[in-house]
């Protein structure tokens, strides 16, 4: 074998490896932009009855509307998950340096 025959089947090989390489990124690539049709097939509500309202606990709210502020400074549910989420912050940096702090809670 001559020099010229070996640089042709590494340029061969290089190019054969390459094109591989670009063809199964080309079908990983398709297969992602499938995934924003994934949501649509696996839910099971119709799109008609999902817009336009919100639930929000027991009430269903139209688009742009907001609760009364005396349904949120009553709702047990709510103080429940900040309480929750300020233990789980404490309880886990309980032995490193920086340490959540939590400074105020304020209802908009």
Known sequence: ?????????????????????????????????????????LDKEPKADREGAYSAGDATLA???????SDLSEDLQLIAVITASVLACSTQDAGSGDAYRVRSIRRV
């Open 63 to 69: 688009a742009g509307e907001l609760l009364p502020a």
């Open 1 to 41: 074998m001559t020099l010229a025959d070996i640089f042709s089947k590494a340029i061969l090989h290089t190019m054969l490896g390459m094109g591989v390489v670009f063809a199964v990124l080309v079908f990983i690539i398709s297969i992602i932009s499938l995934f924003k049709y994934l949501p649509g097939l």
